[in-house]
């Protein structure tokens, strides 16, 4: 419980600080510092149930997921650089029980872009991903399955990008990827692709990342973010999937409702699927799926 506070501290703090520099951009600048534009975006999404003498049964419920980002952009005659931050993190709790987490992501990018064409930039990328706090595979609260650095996926590229308003492309085939896996208990299993024991596991391979955000019909935007990596010298034919959709639907200046589904296929990612009576049954690769549904409170500055 002290350190989901701890998580949803930092997340005011991203918001304070956002605020602190929208009071910042009133100052006069220099012609180098006009080239940033800097932006920031957090949104809360609670949902609650509570019964009362409910003749039909149920239990009462809460969650509440905090989503954060931060934008800062450089663009001055054939130099574009890019920098986001988004953090997310959820908890959710049922009756009397423990809270648990629903969520929990933290992602950078830098994107730097040089002008080649009309249609074409020459593209240096890093992305980094992971998570704040440890994970389980609930009920089961004492054996950690995910933490802090592990796993975290480090992709490093050089390749080009083709943009438009309403789309982004990056092909790359120059890449590398690399995955951490800190936490000594999860390294020693081997898990996350890692070798027994080892720390990270690096990779070589084709890098392509596709983002699409357009508004569909009045009110209502859809954001949609594809990423496919394949390893060169490791089973080519295993690609990396990472695709997230958000679609959010705007009620009002500061009220939304937000749908988001992330679809993740890794073939280094076992998951051990067990019978009744605890007998593993399989231990593959799966198609990962995760779906939130809620009503946000947005915070644009």
Not at 281 to 290: E, G, H, L, M, N
Request: overall charge positive.
């Amino acid at each position: 419980m002290k350190k989901s506070i701890v998580v949803i501290l930092f997340f005011l703090i991203l918001f304070v600080s956002g605020r602190a520099q929208n009071t910042k951009d009133s100052i006069p600048r220099t012609d180098t510092l006009k080239a940033w534009k800097i932006k920031s975006l957090t949104t809360v999404t609670f949902a609650q149930t509570t019964y009362k003498y409910w003749s039909q049964g149920g239990e009462n419920s809460l969650t509440a997921i905090a989503n954060s980002k931060i934008i800062t952009k450089y663009h001055k005659r054939n130099h574009h650089w890019d920098n986001i931050f988004e953090a997310v993190y959820g908890i959710s709790q049922q009756g009397e029980k423990k809270i648990i987490k629903t969520d929990d992501k933290f992602e950078f990018t830098t994107n730097y872009a040089f002008r080649a064409s009309d249609s074409w930039n020459y593209n240096m990328l890093i992305n980094l991903k992971s998570q704040f706090m440890p994970g389980y595979k609930y009920p089961n609260d004492s054996t950690v399955v995910s933490d802090f650095f592990s796993p975290a996926y480090l992709i490093t590229s050089v390749g080009l990008e083709f943009k438009r308003k309403s789309y982004y492309l990056v092909f790359s085939v120059l890449t590398g990827k690399t995955t951490f896996v800190t936490h000594t208990t999860l390294s020693d299993a081997g898990a996350y692709g890692v070798e027994k024991g080892k720390k990270l596991k690096a990779a070589i391979g084709s890098y392509v990342k596709f983002i699409f955000r357009k508004e569909v019909i009045s009110n209502v935007e859809l954001n949609s973010k594809l990423e496919l990596f394949s390893e060169y010298f490791n089973q080519p034919q295993y690609i990396d999937v990472n695709w997230e959709v958000v679609l959010k639907m705007k009620i009002n200046k500061f009220m939304s409702a937000m749908l988001n589904t992330n679809l993740i296929y890794d073939n280094d990612t076992k998951v051990i699927v067990k019978d009744s009576k605890g007998v593993i049954i399989s231990s593959d690769a799966k198609v990962q799926f995760k779906e939130t549904f809620g009503l946000g409170f947005t915070l644009d500055i």
